[in-house]
């Protein structure tokens, strides 16, 4: 039987997407445009090299991409002829003549695939550009991969292309991307020094600006209300713990759609996040929770059965006791002290089962804030369920 999807259009949360902004990179993305700044006035008097580096799930892709189109638009504007090119290096295992005639066979079609050494594949390339009267932005994505397999000769003839057609407009720049500076360190050292001029670092994304991301996806992605702003926040405190890996929220938000839309549920509620950051990241093991003794067993089920009961994404350390305390009743004990229900939590936190923070309240002061992230409330409840059946010998 058929229902309406909590999607709708979850084209935007693909990988391939490119955001109409990119947020909380102004300053970076700024300082892009002003490196670049010559194309829009005097695109011949001069190249560019820019190196972009960031850890995994920092943007660099999108970010040059975004740039990309920016810069395409402005100079279609001038009436300037203007290509922005961006070719992942990995795709051609580091391989220089393969990621060249790449960038050839998008003007060239037929252009022979072998037959031609770096210098004479690069000399084609110029005489291309010219002939097209084209003015190039070149950005190599994971331009580690390159370092890694060509070394210091090949880089440098890459920077030094312009070197090659001196009393000629200059035709092309480059912008590489790469995760860490520390890939360079490879390289010789005026290779180094050619590729370190103008750096643009994207810093790691903190909670608090993935929020702001994924309520932007989520606005783009989903049906008014079906996402609430906790899941959002569970979803962006995941991703802030994967070291603040975007790429990882996004896709925790399409899988967590799909388990909603996979269940009939009309919102993509917090079992849905579980769920799905339990496929991408199985980190239950049973052995971490036989090895608990009799109340912390009793504490982590009444974590699991609150969560499964309630539509929130997180709980106060009270909510918690008030279940922890019928659970006790349940199987005839005397629940421990409040001190040692937070001893308990905060072992739980360390081990990754739940995480427990301490938030400020606008008028009780500092309170804990327990959630459940990395396992579904369901499959914890039964585990634990069965375990203490059998310790009980019911």
């Not at 490119?18 to 005097?42: A, G």
């Not at 560019?48 to 995994?56: D, H, M, Y």
Request: net charge negative; aromatic share 10%; glycine share 6%.
């Amino acid at each position: 039987m058929s229902h309406v999807s909590v999607f709708k259009d979850e084209s935007k949360l693909d990988i391939n997407y490119l955001p109409v902004r990119i947020l909380h990179r102004d300053l970076e993305n700024r300082l892009l445009m002003e490196f670049f700044s010559f194309l829009t006035h005097c695109p011949d008097r001069m190249s560019q090299r820019v190196l972009v580096v960031g850890e995994v799930g920092t943007g660099k892709t999108v970010f040059c991409q975004v740039f990309g189109r920016s810069i395409s638009v402005e100079m279609g504007k001038r009436g300037i002829k203007f290509r922005y090119i961006h070719v992942n290096c990995r795709e051609y295992r580091g391989n220089l003549l393969q990621i060249l005639h790449q960038v050839i066979v998008g003007f060239q079609p037929n252009f022979p695939s072998r037959g031609y050494s770096i210098g004479e594949i690069l000399k084609s390339l110029l005489q291309l550009f010219e002939s097209e009267q084209v003015f190039v932005v070149l950005a190599l994505d994971e331009f580690d991969s390159l370092i890694e397999k060509e070394g210091s000769d090949a880089v440098y003839e890459l920077t030094r292309i312009q070197e090659m057609c001196q009393g000629k407009p200059h035709r092309v720049s480059f912008i590489f991307i790469q995760r860490r500076l520390s890939a360079l360190k490879v390289l010789d050292d005026s290779a180094q020094s050619t590729l370190q001029s103008n750096v643009i670092r994207l810093e790691r994304y903190g909670k608090e600006s993935l929020v702001d991301i994924l309520g932007e996806r989520v606005r783009l992605a989903f049906e008014v209300g079906v996402v609430a702003e906790d899941v959002v926040e569970l979803v962006a405190e995941l991703a802030a713990s994967k070291l603040g890996n975007a790429r990882f929220g996004i896709e925790l938000l399409w899988r967590s759609g799909k388990y909603a839309d996979a269940q009939g549920v009309k919102c993509v509620e917090p079992e849905c996040v579980r769920q799905a950051v339990s496929a991408i990241l199985p980190t239950f093991k049973r052995n971490e929770v036989n090895g608990l003794e009799l109340h912390e067993k009793f504490l982590l089920l009444a974590v699991a059965r609150f969560f499964k009961e309630s539509k929130e994404a997180f709980a106060s350390l009270v909510e918690i006791e008030d279940v922890y305390g019928v659970v006790c009743e349940e199987y005839g004990q005397a629940p421990y002290s409040h001190t040692q229900v937070w001893k308990y939590l905060q072992q739980f936190a360390q081990k990754g089962i739940v995480n427990a923070e301490v938030v400020s309240g606008v008028s009780r002061g500092r309170s804990t804030r327990v959630s459940l992230p990395l396992v579904s409330a369901v499959v914890l409840e039964r585990e634990l369920f069965e375990l203490l059946e059998m310790e009980f010998g019911s």
